[in-house]
């Protein structure tokens, strides 16, 4: 179908809007909304010919669940900008294993080798193309490790995609497989809803494959996973796993078993990693399973989820169409197996395909043959991203990477439209240009395709996206919002250009908690030298705040009200106590964040709430993290909490992690806190209102 130079692609749910994509020189194909987009897909053509007409009658064709029909996949994960990644490479290549490793931002903390590794160079430019060697691949880990759920939804999106564009760029290699740091990914009081919401983010993002266990996320996740035959070299539940694994290596989900899931030394034994080469020397040899890194597993059961296979017979001849994911969307050249049920192999008297490699593969009893992708498509050779962290509007400001000096690009947001201008600064023409656009959930589309006409030297394009507001909603638009625009360009080039923007979001909105408390703290219960019992019960009875506390010899605190430079990553429902993701324990090596007079600490939160009326109200927060709320200096009720019309002072003691050894927890960036109504919704009526520091 076309509509004045515009492709429809059929996957029903096109999207457009034809007075803004109607564009001099644009040959366009569009796809949205769709807020779990699916790869493209394309035709291919076989032509199965058999010896006789009988033969071509019984067979069956179907494609195979698992790469040449084998029972599972084994492979390995490892986490983390660890140098040690680099031993745990030359123990996998020894036993013949590949797997992925997930790593953060390019720029971020590389662990120190516990082992002895060496490294020459930059690990920051050149460690993850040391890690490809031996058929691995590079997954993405976020940007700085932080608990994504606790995270504004702008800012968790730039973490997934983010590190995505870093690491392709970084590692010149597709990257389309995603962890969840800390294996967090629902809070604690919202985890149905906030698990949704990253999960579409990560599919926006073009990741195809989570390497997280599955029965963590059963029933859950919309994305091929796996299961763990241990994690770290511990024993915890290891017989359980072993007992699984052997139960589902013949299912007929053909699973992935993973090995993982950090380079530490002293979990997996020692510097030889002992515990992991009994796992690969127990699980390295079976005979009917894939090994394989998880860019080819998650390729192929896109692949196989996502072709359509259709067939006719005649005479002594059966053709069969396919509509298969295009390798582009896959990131991976991993072929499809087919396989022919119902006549022996010597039945067959030839397989072809006119635009793609046919290669008949050995299969007990039966006929299979893998398919390669059309010889015209593949994936890209180079790498680069340009950047415009200012939302910059002049497409005089586009601008090359040094990867790709040819081709110059801007990517900017303009009255509620996402703009590309491409400029071809190179001395050939530029063909098969492919773009995609991520876009984050403020946003009814979150995947957006079109297909560029081809450039000649000095040519341009520009491309205005209009963008259909989604919501509104605060918790989406909070913090800068991260678009980008995948360039692709198909032709014997090869490259892949990033084209980022980011755009200021709103500081603060009052109907949310987050910007409307000052806090006070830490306040040490562990110190027999400060009476914390009589410290917070008179603040929470009602008592007047003071500007400076001494809480013991030495040590005085005051009211903090920290800016929107400190608080807009977080998500608005959460109340700032410290900002940051482990207890101020931790941080040892700090001197201006380490607490070092006492492991239990504590926080008081004083706000005020401002109702149109008189009512009551309910509370949505972590109960174990909250020991005492008191509204108007009377204490709260269960989870009831009583508004008179007006100001209502709010005050909170709030507990980060019940147990005081637990360092690392969303908890410790500040407290989960909302006012609903008797249906749970959010109040929008309602207006936090940070007091002024005493």
């Known amino acids: 179908m076309r509509l004045k130079g515009i492709r429809l692609h059929g996957h029903g749910w096109a999207f457009l809007a034809l007075g803004a994509l109607c564009l001099p020189g644009w040959i366009l194909a569009v796809d949205g909304p769709a807020r779990f987009p699916q790869p493209d897909r394309y035709t291919q053509t076989i032509e199965i010919r058999f010896k006789t007409v009988e033969a071509a009658t019984k067979a069956r064709l179907h494609v195979a669940p698992l790469y040449h029909d084998l029972a599972a996949a084994f492979s390995s994960r490892w986490d983390d900008n660890m140098l040690d990644d680099l031993r745990l490479q030359g123990i996998m290549a020894k036993y013949k294993q590949t797997g992925t490793f997930y790593l953060t931002d390019p720029a971020g903390?590389?662990?120190?080798?516990?082992?002895?590794?060496?490294?020459?160079?930059?690990?920051?430019?050149?460690?993850?193309?040391?890690?490809?060697?031996?058929?691995?691949?590079?997954?993405?880990?976020?940007?700085?490790?932080e608990f994504l759920p606790a995270l504004s939804k702008n800012r968790a999106f730039r973490e997934i995609l983010g590190v995505r564009v870093e690491r392709e760029v970084n590692s010149q290699s597709p990257v389309v497989c995603f962890t969840y740091p800390f294996v967090s990914y629902k809070a604690e009081a919202d985890p149905v809803r906030s698990h949704e919401d990253l999960e579409e983010m990560i599919a926006r993002s073009g990741y195809l494959f989570l390497g997280e266990h599955h029965p963590d996320v059963a029933g859950a996740t919309r994305f091929p996973d796996a299961i763990f035959i241990s994690c770290d070299g511990g024993t915890w539940g290891s017989a359980r796993l072993e007992e699984e694994a052997r139960k589902t290596r013949d299912a007929a989900e053909r699973p992935l078993f993973l090995s993982t899931m950090h380079a530490w030394q002293k979990q997996w034994g020692g510097p030889t990693f002992p515990k992991l080469v009994q796992q690969y020397e127990k699980w390295g040899h079976e005979k009917n399973w894939w090994y394989c890194n998880q860019n080819q597993y998650a390729s192929y059961r896109t692949q196989f989820s996502r072709t359509d296979l259709r067939t006719e017979r005649r005479g002594g001849t059966l053709t069969a169409t396919l509509e298969r994911a295009d390798p582009l969307d896959l990131n991976d050249l991993t072929p499809i197996s087919l396989v022919v049920e119902g006549v022996s192999r010597g039945e067959i008297a030839s397989v072809s395909c006119p635009t793609a490699q046919v290669r008949a593969f050995p299969l007990q009893g039966r006929y299979g043959f893998d398919l390669f992708q059309d010889g015209n498509r593949g994936l890209p050779l180079t790498f680069a991203k340009v950047e415009n962290p200012e939302n910059l509007s002049d497409p005089a400001a586009a601008k090359a990477a040094p990867e790709i000096p040819g081709l110059r690009a801007i990517l900017y947001r303009k009255d509620g439209e996402l703009v590309l201008t491409l400029v071809n600064g190179g001395v050939g023409v530029l063909r098969d240009i492919h773009v995609t656009f991520r876009l984050p959930l403020r946003w009814e589309a979150g995947v957006v395709r079109q297909t560029v006409e081809d450039m000649d030297p000095g040519a341009s394009r520009t491309a205005r996206i209009p963008l259909e507001k989604r919501t509104e909603d605060f918790a989406f638009v909070s913090d800068d919002e991260f678009d980008v625009a995948q360039i692709d360009l198909v032709d014997s080039k090869r490259v892949r250009l990033y084209s980022t923007c980011r755009v200021?979001?709103?500081?603060?909105?009052?109907?949310?908690?987050?910007?409307?408390?000052?806090?006070?703290?830490?306040?040490?219960?562990?110190?027999?030298?400060?009476?914390?019992?009589?410290?917070?019960?008179a603040f929470l009875g009602g008592a007047s705040p003071k500007g400076d506390y001494g809480l013991f010899e030495g040590v005085n605190v005051r009211w903090r009200a920290p800016g929107p430079a400190e608080t807009s990553f977080l998500d608005p429902d959460i109340?700032?106590?410290?900002?940051?993701?482990?207890?101020?324990?931790?941080?040892?090596?700090?001197?201006?964040?380490?607490?070092?007079?006492?492991?239990?600490?504590?926080?008081?939160?004083?706000?005020?709430?401002v109702s149109p009326d008189r009512r009551t109200v309910k509370a949505v927060f972590v109960p174990s993290c909250v020991e005492r709320i008191s509204v108007n200096g009377k204490p709260m009720e269960g989870s009831a909490i009583r508004l008179r019309k007006g100001v209502n002072d709010l005050r909170i003691l709030y507990v980060p992690a019940p147990n005081p050894w637990s360092c690392f927890s969303e908890r410790c960036y500040g407290a989960y806190f909302r006012l609903v109504d008797v249906n749970g919704e959010r109040l929008?009526?309602?207006?936090?209102?940070?007091?002024k520091a005493p």
């Open 504 to 537: 200021k979001g709103p500081d603060a909105d009052p109907s949310y908690p987050r910007d409307g408390f000052l806090a006070l703290g830490p306040l040490p219960r562990d110190r027999s030298d400060f009476d914390y019992a009589k410290f917070t019960e």
């Open 109 to 145: 903390w590389y662990s120190p080798s516990e082992t002895g590794v060496t490294f020459t160079g930059n690990p920051a430019l050149t460690f993850a193309q040391a890690l490809l060697r031996g058929g691995n691949s590079i997954g993405g880990h976020t940007l700085t490790h």
């Open 575 to 609: 109340v700032w106590t410290t900002g940051k993701s482990a207890s101020l324990t931790f941080y040892t090596w700090d001197a201006n964040l380490h607490y070092k007079y006492g492991a239990d600490l504590h926080f008081l939160l004083w706000g005020k709430v």
């Open 684 to 691: 929008k009526d309602l207006r936090f209102e940070r007091p």
